[in-house]
């Protein structure tokens, strides 16, 4: 009775359904660490990159020096730098151009900076709906291996002229683990999606932030070039 009682014989005694749940919940749950591991390794990444950027950024250095840099040792983890590599590209490239006013040239940066913006969120929210959906759907698939577990122990007791907590106790104990293992691979999905998304949007903030202060910046010499030439 004790081995039909632990964990592992709980589970092997399982009708088949209830333990197709409990596979599809602990495969959902390795998939789920598997994705909260690396994000996590992204996301710490990500925020060095900002402060190491941000210092060579406002050091004062020569921003074609700068960008010669970045070329040269590109860093991937940094948003930042690809939001300045893109939008400095694009408007030395359209500076070049003698046809093309200030406000275009301008214009042509921004949108190569949203451009690096957008694909830079887009690396950072990678797998975070996956979590999202295990962290929602987890518990219900749970319930209804708990749900289908019941209905079987209570199938049971009909053929049976006396009911005791020996004989109900397989039936409840399988069926809820079910519940358990559900439980187990949502909260974990669901704190790592919320953290997450907090990282992701004081990151999202802080690359909205540095694209605007570039933009000023580039503004400003665009406009003084265009001066300078009129004189």
């Known amino acids: 009775m004790s081995e039909e009682l632990s964990f592992w014989g709980l589970i092997a005694n399982a009708s088949l359904i209830v333990q197709l749940v409990m596979l599809i919940l602990a495969l959902a749950s390795v998939a789920s660490w598997t994705v909260i591991v690396q994000r996590l390794t992204i996301f710490k990444k990500a925020q060095a990159a900002v402060r190491q950027f941000e210092d060579r950024f406002w050091s004062g250095m020569d921003l074609g020096q700068l960008f010669r840099e970045c070329a040269s040792q590109p860093n991937p983890d940094s948003g930042e730098e690809m939001i300045f590599k893109a939008g400095f590209?694009?408007?030395?490239?359209?500076?070049?151009?003698?046809?093309?006013?200030?406000?275009?040239?301008?214009?042509?940066?921004?949108?190569?900076?949203?451009?690096?913006?957008?694909?830079?969120?887009?690396?950072?929210?990678?797998?975070?709906?996956?979590?999202?959906?295990?962290?929602?759907?987890?518990?219900?698939?749970?319930?209804?291996?708990?749900?289908?577990?019941?209905m079987n122990a209570f199938r049971g007791l009909a053929h049976l002229q006396q009911a005791t907590i020996a004989t109900v106790a397989p039936g409840i104990s399988e069926a809820l683990i079910a519940t358990a293992m559900g439980l187990f691979a949502a909260i974990p999905a669901v704190i790592a999606y919320n953290r997450f998304s907090a990282q992701s949007e004081r990151l999202s903030n802080a690359y909205r932030t540095f694209a605007e202060e570039f933009s000023s910046i580039l503004h400003r010499s665009v406009h003084a070039t265009q001066k300078g030439s009129e004189n």
């Open 89 to 150: 590209k694009e408007y030395t490239r359209l500076r070049q151009s003698a046809s093309v006013d200030a406000d275009a040239i301008m214009e042509g940066a921004q949108r190569a900076m949203r451009v690096a913006y957008s694909r830079e969120m887009e690396r950072l929210d990678k797998h975070l709906p996956f979590l999202a959906t295990v962290g929602s759907a987890s518990p219900y698939i749970g319930l209804f291996g708990t749900v289908w577990g019941i």
